[in-house]
């Protein structure tokens, strides 16, 4: 076992080069062999669910392919590297966009012969690709109701995510008082909340208003294009998103969170995955599949949503995203209708992906199957997977081959996986140990993962893994489901108290704060949000700086929950 102690990111390649060796399979041995040699192999092994026929072996392959999936630290590749096939990535879906739209752009246009299509059903059953898109737009339809730009209003509001002139975690304050950048086409809709919201008015202009009130253009910076940048993604390669104007960023948050709580009636719930996990662990006894795209929100194309959504609510919806995206100093007209960073994105493209798979559903079965849809996780009956293939693919989507799994042993959903039924979800080392709670964390998937697997923290694989723990560290019992301590069993826990649990030493994270003074920026803020209560007994609001913060030790009693 390694000390705890160990730091670097050798020490994490000590440790999968250890838990390789324990493995001993075929597998484990090429990766072991790939590690320090030529790392792009680990990308390429992806064990082969048809080769296994009892879960732990297959359980242990592959958490060797999914240890060192995200880390950064590989030997061999870099930030530079990952963000130019990132890169390559986004050029391809721009590619791939361009010829969707213009071949949806010829169907907007009369050319109805191009959905003439037949679709590969089971049976006799007979079906089109007109069929399948004029349900799609009429179930589109009824989930979001006729155009209420008021409702869309309500929902409006501001994150602390990037934006086109600011980088993540800036104060709201600054967003909602300084010049909003904003697209011309974006830019009559914001002005038209900003002379409804007085609090918001009275913040950026520094002046109360006694009613309705007009903001002037000089408040406002106008600008065509959003931000490309890229954020980790995996080991090797980055996630290509763009950081939209301030003024389109909070348009797009009522959209957004108005879509996700329509999608809520039709059983879609985007605030929870656990279903689409549930279904994956069905699939194998229940004749379920489960089927994954490539590069999803890059290849929703304007022709696209322009083809599926009602018109109102696509010229509402084009009006708010960026049609330009700015990478250093090239500025690209996208062929994309909005890629990740737009705030309704995961909604709209949730809510394309259900009315297509659900339309498929329906038109096979008169009173349909079962449906999952979480973005572009998808699980489905497994009779409809192919037809749900062909009009994806119609629509300009790359199905994942090795993520999409029609039948067999595997399936997975939503980061879940399961191998006949059984849950072998591997986790994930992202970063170096570099520093006491990231040991901890580690230490604890370790020892959960063979709870999973084996039915005891205590595996031969899993002693590959954990850490020598010293007395006196941060220890918690293997029931808690934080990560404040190493799990420990109860025998080597601190004092016992029947009512509060154990008292242990556990570590505590402590945010960075600072008081935002702009107290009219607050007010405006806070009539928005009026769920939040401000815990400050002066008045003010107390922000987090994103990412900023201390560990600090403390002792705490931990219940034991049986």
Request: with cysteine.
């Given at each position: 076992m390694?000390?705890v102690?160990?730091?670097?990111?050798?020490?994490?390649i000590?440790?999968f080069d250890?838990?390789?060796?324990?493995v001993?399979?075929t597998l484990?041995?090429?990766?072991?062999?790939?590690?320090?040699?030529?790392?792009e192999?680990?990308?390429s092994?992806?064990p082969d669910?048809?080769?296994?026929?009892?879960?732990?072996?297959?359980a242990?392959?592959?958490?060797?392919?999914?240890f060192l999936k995200?880390?950064?630290?590989?030997?061999?590749?870099s930030?530079?590297?990952r963000?130019?096939?990132?890169?390559?990535?986004?050029?391809?879906?721009?590619?791939?966009?361009f010829?969707?739209?213009?071949?949806?752009?010829?169907i907007?246009?009369?050319?109805?012969?191009?959905?003439?299509?037949p679709?590969?059903?089971?049976g006799?059953?007979t079906?089109?690709?007109a069929?399948?898109?004029s349900?799609?737009?009429?179930?589109?339809?009824?989930v979001?109701?006729?155009?209420n730009?008021?409702?869309?209003?309500?929902?409006c509001?501001?994150?602390?995510?990037a934006?086109v002139?600011?980088?993540?975690?800036t104060?709201?304050?600054?967003?909602m008082t300084e010049r909003?950048?904003?697209t011309?086409?974006?830019?009559p809709?914001?002005?038209k909340v900003?002379?409804?919201d007085?609090?918001?008015?009275?913040a950026l202009?520094?002046?109360?208003?006694?009613g309705?009130?007009s903001?002037?253009?000089l408040n406002f910076s106008?600008?065509?294009?959003?931000r490309?940048l890229?954020?980790?993604?995996?080991?090797?390669t980055?996630?290509?998103i763009?950081?939209?104007?301030?003024g389109?960023?909070?348009?797009?948050q009522g959209?957004g969170?108005?879509?996700?709580?329509?999608?809520?009636?039709?059983c879609?719930?985007l605030?929870?995955?656990s279903f689409n996990?549930?279904?994956?662990?069905?699939?194998?006894t229940?004749?379920?599949?489960?089927?994954?795209?490539?590069s999803?929100?890059d290849?929703?194309?304007?022709?696209?949503?322009?083809?599926?959504?009602?018109?109102?609510?696509?010229?509402?919806?084009?009006?708010?995203?960026?049609?330009?995206s700015?990478?250093?100093?090239k500025?690209?007209?996208v062929e994309?209708f909005?890629?990740?960073?737009?705030?309704?994105?995961?909604?709209l493209?949730?809510?394309?992906?259900?009315?297509?798979a659900q339309?498929?559903n329906e038109?096979?079965?008169?009173?349909g199957?079962?449906v999952?849809v979480?973005?572009?996780d998808?699980v489905?009956k497994r009779a409809?997977?192919?037809?749900l293939?062909?009009?994806?693919r119609f629509?300009?989507?790359t199905v994942n081959?090795?993520?999409?799994?029609k039948d067999g042993n595997?399936?997975?959903?939503?980061?879940?996986?399961y191998f006949?039924?059984a849950?072998v979800?591997?986790?994930?080392?992202?970063?170096?140990?570099?520093?006491?709670?990231?040991?901890?964390?580690f230490?604890?998937?370790?020892l959960?993962?063979?709870?999973?697997?084996?039915?005891?923290?205590f595996?031969?694989?899993?002693?590959?893994?954990v850490?020598?723990?010293?007395?006196?560290?941060?220890?918690i019992?293997?029931?808690?489901?934080?990560?404040?301590?190493?799990?420990?069993?109860?025998?080597?826990?601190?004092r016992?108290?029947p009512?509060?649990?154990?008292?242990?030493?556990v570590?505590?994270?402590?945010?960075?704060?600072?008081?935002?003074?702009?107290q009219a920026?607050f007010?405006?803020?806070?009539l928005?949000?009026?769920?939040y209560?401000?815990?400050d007994?002066?008045?003010?609001p107390?922000?987090?700086?994103?990412?900023?913060g201390?560990w600090?030790?403390?002792?705490?009693w931990v219940?034991?929950w049986?």
């Amino acid at each position: 076992m390694t000390s705890v102690t160990n730091l670097s990111d050798e020490a994490v390649i000590e440790r999968f080069d250890d838990f390789c060796k324990r493995v001993n399979t075929t597998l484990a041995r090429q990766a072991s062999n790939a590690v320090r040699q030529s790392p792009e192999v680990l990308k390429s092994l992806l064990p082969d669910p048809g080769l296994y026929d009892d879960v732990e072996s297959f359980a242990l392959d592959w958490q060797i392919y999914c240890f060192l999936k995200k880390f950064k630290g590989l030997p061999g590749t870099s930030l530079t590297e990952r963000r130019l096939e990132a890169r390559r990535g986004w050029s391809a879906a721009e590619r791939a966009n361009f010829h969707t739209n213009v071949r949806l752009s010829a169907i907007l246009h009369g050319d109805c012969s191009l959905l003439d299509i037949p679709i590969r059903v089971p049976g006799e059953t007979t079906m089109t690709m007109a069929t399948v898109i004029s349900t799609a737009q009429r179930k589109i339809e009824s989930v979001l109701g006729p155009f209420n730009w008021k409702k869309l209003v309500e929902s409006c509001n501001w994150s602390s995510g990037a934006t086109v002139d600011l980088p993540r975690g800036t104060q709201l304050s600054k967003k909602m008082t300084e010049r909003i950048t904003v697209t011309e086409r974006a830019l009559p809709y914001l002005k038209k909340v900003l002379a409804r919201d007085i609090g918001w008015m009275a913040a950026l202009t520094g002046r109360e208003t006694l009613g309705y009130a007009s903001p002037l253009d000089l408040n406002f910076s106008i600008v065509r294009h959003s931000r490309f940048l890229t954020v980790p993604k995996s080991a090797f390669t980055e996630r290509c998103i763009n950081a939209e104007p301030t003024g389109n960023a909070f348009l797009q948050q009522g959209v957004g969170r108005f879509l996700r709580s329509r999608l809520k009636r039709v059983c879609i719930d985007l605030d929870d995955q656990s279903f689409n996990q549930w279904m994956a662990g069905k699939a194998y006894t229940h004749g379920y599949s489960t089927l994954d795209l490539q590069s999803a929100s890059d290849t929703v194309s304007i022709q696209l949503v322009k083809l599926l959504l009602p018109q109102r609510w696509f010229e509402y919806l084009d009006s708010i995203r960026t049609p330009f995206s700015k990478d250093g100093k090239k500025i690209t007209k996208v062929e994309k209708f909005s890629s990740m960073g737009n705030a309704f994105t995961f909604e709209l493209e949730s809510l394309i992906f259900w009315a297509l798979a659900q339309s498929v559903n329906e038109l096979l079965w008169d009173h349909g199957g079962m449906v999952a849809v979480f973005g572009d996780d998808i699980v489905c009956k497994r009779a409809l997977f192919d037809p749900l293939v062909d009009v994806l693919r119609f629509c300009g989507f790359t199905v994942n081959t090795k993520k999409s799994y029609k039948d067999g042993n595997f399936f997975e959903s939503c980061g879940a996986n399961y191998f006949m039924g059984a849950d072998v979800t591997g986790f994930h080392l992202e970063d170096s140990l570099s520093s006491l709670d990231k040991v901890i964390s580690f230490h604890n998937k370790a020892l959960r993962w063979s709870i999973r697997i084996f039915g005891t923290p205590f595996s031969k694989v899993a002693k590959a893994l954990v850490s020598d723990l010293p007395d006196g560290v941060h220890k918690i019992p293997f029931t808690d489901k934080s990560d404040r301590g190493f799990l420990t069993p109860t025998r080597d826990l601190g004092r016992f108290d029947p009512n509060r649990g154990y008292l242990c030493k556990v570590l505590l994270f402590v945010p960075d704060r600072e008081v935002q003074y702009k107290q009219a920026a607050f007010y405006a803020y806070k009539l928005r949000r009026r769920q939040y209560q401000n815990a400050d007994p002066r008045g003010q609001p107390m922000v987090t700086i994103l990412g900023r913060g201390r560990w600090i030790s403390a002792q705490n009693w931990v219940q034991r929950w049986e």
